[in-house]
């Protein structure tokens, strides 16, 4: 297993600002994932983040609105660049424990999510 | 492409009913299926699991079985509680390297 923490876990934000989210894992892990959640809806994803290469954004996605490091196996943050109402959401960092082929793997871990509201 | 599909919420109920979310998806190749559950104000926490045809995952009651037949992850519980109160997801993850694909939820309310 893995556990994952977020940094904030909440904030409020002011439009024009922008906020980096920290997520710090328990073991090293290759593949990270940032994940969007807007409120009443499901989880969208933003970018995968591998360590030692430049993270691969979603379709609606950009570097230059979320900027994402991953200096480590053990550790990665995602920026919310220029923030307007539109960004307030849970923004939840992922990890993936194991391959397809380990029966104890194959499992995505959720941090705690980090709640931000724009105002 | 890849996608899931869930029943529409909100599912009411009353304590110790019988429970289905319906779940089916589209894919290449052979995914691997997944519940999570969003307790309110918590984070998302894997329910259970399967990863190949006719595994079914079980745990806290809950259960569901991959059909490949169907293409359907059916969440099924003989008896749900006040507290299974939440939001359920089914995933999908088609190959090691690739991120889960969401269904839109469904939220559950069990009243006593």
């Known amino acids: 297993s893995a556990v994952i923490s977020q940094k904030p876990s909440r904030d409020i934000c002011q439009r024009g600002t922008s906020l980096t989210i920290q997520c710090q894992v328990d073991s090293q892990v290759t593949m990270m994932f940032w994940y969007r959640q807007q409120p009443g809806q499901s989880l969208t994803l933003i970018a995968t983040?591998?360590?030692?290469?430049?993270?691969?954004?979603e379709s609606g996605f950009v570097i230059d609105k979320f900027p994402i490091s991953r200096p480590n196996l053990t550790f990665s943050t995602l920026t919310v660049s220029n923030m307007s109402p539109e960004d307030s959401s849970i923004y939840l960092c992922?990890?993936?424990?194991?391959?397809?082929?380990?029966?104890?793997?194959?499992?995505?871990?959720f941090g705690e999510g980090s709640w931000l509201t724009v105002v | 492409g890849n996608s899931v599909t869930q029943m529409e919420g909100p599912v009411t109920l009353s304590e110790e009913a019988f429970l289905t979310i319906n779940c089916t998806y589209t894919?290449?190749?052979?995914?691997?299926l997944f519940w999570y559950v969003q307790y309110p104000g918590e984070g998302l926490q894997l329910l259970l699991k399967a990863t190949k045809a006719d595994d079914k995952g079980s745990n806290k009651g809950f259960e569901a079985t991959y059909r490949k037949e169907t293409t359907s992850f059916h969440l099924e519980k003989g008896s749900v509680q006040v507290s299974d109160s939440a939001v359920y997801f089914c995933?999908?993850?088609?190959?090691?390297?690739?991120?889960?694909?969401f269904g839109k939820g469904t939220t559950l309310s069990v009243s006593s």
């Open positions: 894919a290449t190749g052979y995914p691997s």
């Open positions: 992922s990890v993936a424990a194991g391959t397809l082929d380990d029966a104890s793997g194959n499992t995505i871990y």
């Open positions: 983040a591998n360590q030692g290469s430049e993270a691969t954004y």
């Open positions: 995933a999908l993850r088609n190959q090691a390297g690739t991120a889960l694909i």
